[in-house]
């Protein structure tokens, strides 16, 4: 048993999920923003373009925990 590859695979694990909150909590504040009376359109941009970056990480993150299995 590869001890040190289960605590790898639980730290990846602990990152996905505060990943994945923040990009869930990153698009409450954005759709927030977007219902207000007045819109700061530069500031939802950069939050938008930061919630993609996060996006990225999360889809490499979960490549590493779930290869690809070619059947």
Same mark, same amino acid.
């Given at each position: 048993?590869?001890f040190?590859?289960? /605590?790898? %695979?639980?730290?990846?694990?602990?990152?996905?999920? =505060? /990943?994945? &909150?923040?990009?869930?909590?990153?698009? =409450?504040? %954005?759709? &927030? /923003?977007?219902?207000? &009376?007045? *819109?700061?359109?530069?500031?939802?941009?950069?939050? !938008?373009? !930061?919630?993609? &970056?996060?996006? =990225?990480? *999360? *889809?490499?993150?979960?490549?590493? /925990?779930?290869?690809? *299995?070619?059947?």
């Amino acid at each position: 048993m590869n001890f040190t590859g289960s /605590l790898d %695979i639980e730290a990846l694990q602990r990152q996905l999920t =505060d /990943l994945m &909150a923040e990009h869930r909590d990153l698009d =409450d504040a %954005i759709n &927030a /923003l977007a219902e207000q &009376a007045h *819109i700061n359109q530069l500031q939802i941009q950069r939050m !938008k373009k !930061k919630k993609l &970056a996060l996006k =990225d990480q *999360i *889809i490499k993150l979960e490549s590493l /925990l779930l290869p690809d *299995i070619i059947a």
